[in-house]
């Protein structure tokens, strides 16, 4: 695999993260998960969008420009020849530092991108809700995608522990936050609806374009409200995810239903 | 800097961590500061303690015993010629592992161990109180030392905006859990009081030594306790520092009070 790595592509072998790197010693960071599909990534304003908020709350300074990190993107895909479906993962860490919270000054962010093939798609899913852990919607850190969002991989090594494929995790208020890398949509008493930002749902790209094509309405649902739901749908930017069973029972008819299908199609149609 | 690497001895330098490690990539992974005096590392019996419980609770394999970490710890100090006080810097992480949130199998974990000089004693803080931030206390996340805590960045990001030193955080119940990297400690009617690891503390190691010597006792405070104390004194495995001003105000007599000098007496008298 070559990777896009503070500006030159290198065979990843070869590429050497400084063990003082915060992303590697704090979790200091940043990532995007975006599609490709026909060799170009997909959504690409919005990702780096929402990498520049969150490069703006954590105060890291960005090191290249939106057309450069685009370039970056697409140098990705051409030199490892994915000209099919392909996975782009863009990181953005703080750069090396000395021991300590606080930053480094100067700062030398390091900016790593890589590429692999799409995994096939996933098969409906079967999720719990996490009593393990919960998600702190009162943090800002909610409504970035940094590093070390480590609550999400508690969720999904308990759901692994339940027999499950995933979890939901709740918010401290106890409403339904996000699953352990998606946001969820459930389908309740005929309406469409996905819970707001403010319950500390990860401001998702793909979530963004279905409120923005009106497929799907914002309101707060709890694990009850999940629990009795005609439909459950998990999405990221990579793909559209029935769920068909939760805490061991059947979602609806136990089949993909008609919601799945309608954000797969709006999503994946291009 | 020589660090000990996967079971090595080598120049820092000569130290790649590979970029698909997922400490770099999720944060997936513990840290412990640990003291060293006179060449010797202190507590050490209680900070692998603590490595264990976080490793345990992310299911990441300790690939080390507790011996052969000791003495990475010793060698990593003896390297470096840190005859002196010095602070030496443990991380574990899960290692090098494909995309996707779910832990490879079989995982073959990363350690490093740094050390360096110790800094200078940090003068009398300012502190604020955050309200940038909250520290979810009901995530077992914050009774571990993850990579990736970074509540405590934000915060101190935001009291280094403020003019202070550092912050305290409240938990998502509004009350005092602890500093961006230390445990808080304070006087109070005459009674020294910390919060207890419900209210979202850290499992400190010199927090513990405290408590067991008697000095201090477990007590929720909320963030008017704090600016009413009589004394705050902050925490942490490298020292005892304390606080003589809070949101602008003098605390107490606004200088160095008599639970400092104890903690510090208590803690590295040896």
Redesign the interface.
């Known amino acids: 695999m070559v ?1 896009w ?1 503070d500006g030159a592509l290198v065979p ?1 072998e070869a ?7 915060r ?7 940043l ?1 995007e ?1 975006i599609r490709a599909s026909g060799g170009a990534p997909r959504r690409v304003a919005e990702h780096l969008a929402r990498l520049a908020r969150g490069a703006r ?3 890291i300074p960005l090191p290249y420009d939106d057309d450069a990190l685009a370039a970056a993107l697409d140098a990705t895909l051409a030199a490892n020849a994915l000209h099919d479906d392909a ?1 782009l ?1 863009l ?1 953005l ?1 703080r750069g090396p530092g ?6 480094p000054r100067p700062t030398r962010p390091t900016v ?1 991108v ?1 590429a ?1 093939a799409s ?1 096939p798609p996933a098969p409906p899913a079967s999720i719990v809700v996490a009593r ?5 919607e ?4 909610s409504q970035i995608k ?9 969720a ?2 308990e759901a ?1 522990g339940r027999g499950a494929d995933d979890a939901v995790l709740l918010s ?1 208020a106890g409403r339904v936050a996000e699953a ?2 998606s946001n969820v949509f459930a389908r309740i008493a005929g309406e469409l609806v996905t819970p707001p930002l403010a319950d500390g749902a990860l401001p998702g790209v793909a979530r963004a374009a279905i409120l923005a094509a009106g497929l799907a309405a914002e309101r707060s649902i709890d694990a009850d409200d999940l629990l009795a739901a005609d439909e459950i749908v998990l999405t990221n930017s990579l793909g559209v995810r029935a769920v068909t069973r939760i805490e061991g029972r059947f979602v609806g008819s136990g089949r993909e239903g008609p919601a799945t299908m309608t954000l797969r199609a709006s999503l994946f149609s291009g």
């Open positions: 990777v790595f990843i590429a050497r993260v400084d063990p003082t790197d992303g590697f010693t704090l979790g200091d960071g990532f998960t709350l954590l105060a996975v993962r990181e860490t000395p021991r300590g919270l606080l930053p790593l890589s692999s995994p393990s852990t919960c998600r702190n009162r943090s800002p850190l940094a590093l070390g969002a480590l609550d999400g991989l508690l999904r090594l692994e401290t352990s890398a």
